[in-house]
DNA sequence: CTCTGTGCAAACACTTTGCAGCTAA
DNA sequence: TTAGCTGCAAAGTGTTTGCACAGAG
């Protein structure tokens, strides 16, 4: 826990740079506001919302506006720098299907469709886990685009 | 369309007839509105949202209000006569986490949990999905309760 | 200099809560 | 009868959009 990077790979520093040059390549202009949501994002370890976020980088960037972080997020995620926790930010969605089924669903259109593959069934919780939290559902689950969608040219 | 069920186990009334004993047996009374929002979820197959399901069921029960038809759809959810989506409900949960990893989610605090599971890392997707949809994310995704929220009674 | 990004504010969409009258048991 | 359910209304929360000014390239 205080070690600070055990990825191997790249300490703070390099991930800026990463990124600054990630926006770059996507033509985004590096700006002192994606680089403070970027640096907030990539330290919390909690699955931030844009709220939460929010109020850590006032600390860094006091009159910095919730919405810039949100449209920041919101970029990040486009360009491949952050992912959006799967499912969340869609409204409650229902399935009277009781039987054991994995979902797929289109980023797009939001569709999602039943997907049964007896091999996903039963997927066991793997122990770690298992001791740690109290699991009442497992599933495999699919994101992408929908036949439909991959028709039409994205955005 | 035409034919009434294929389902091989039980037809309509029987599911009904057992959604209404699930319900007595959960302390709950059988009404007109529970029955057609029970009736109308499990006839969709596209895992509508509370308000899909209200415009639908408007047809049926002209008066019944937006509001019976959420609460209703949370009560099923609670009772178990229908599911909620993984992860849908929730606002938009970020992620700067790029390495592939799972997620564990609290249903009662909300929080999410990364979980590094390296057995899950490379699930390959169904020759029967891949074919039909465009797969950007293939994850295993746990939901039940935290360690922290297992201590605390439920409700 | 130019064009994107930011901050502010308003509009929206979804969800939740409280309460009075209604109804299943 | 009576506890629980429904319908209505209001408030709360999160998200999206439009626009004028500011700042990166």
């Known amino acids: 826990m205080s ?6 790979s790249a300490n703070r520093s390099d991930k800026t740079a990463d990124f600054e040059t990630l926006c770059r390549k ?3 202009k590096v700006t002192p506001q994606r680089l403070a949501v970027h640096k907030a994002l990539i330290e919390s370890k909690d699955h931030p919302s844009a709220d939460m976020l929010y109020r ?3 600390n860094v960037i006091p009159n910095i506006s919730f919405d810039t972080v949100n449209r920041t997020l919101l ?3 486009e360009i491949g720098a952050a992912l959006v926790v799967e ?4 409204v409650k969605r229902f399935d009277g299907t009781l039987r054991k089924h994995q979902h797929f669903r ?5 569709r999602i469709f039943d997907i049964d593959h007896t091999d996903f069934d039963d997927i066991p919780v793997p122990r770690e886990i298992g001791t740690k ?4 559902r497992t599933t495999v689950y699919f994101e992408g685009f929908c036949d439909a969608c ?3 040219p994205h955005k």
């Open 106 to 110: 289109c980023v797009k259109c939001k």
């Open 56 to 58: 850590r980088i006032k």
């Open 3 to 8: 070690n600070p990077d055990k990825s191997g």
């Open 150 to 152: 991959m028709m039409v």
């Open 133 to 136: 939290f109290t699991v009442t």
């Open 26 to 28: 996507a033509g985004l």
């Open 87 to 90: 499912g969340t930010g869609d």
């Open 75 to 77: 970029t990040l995620a």
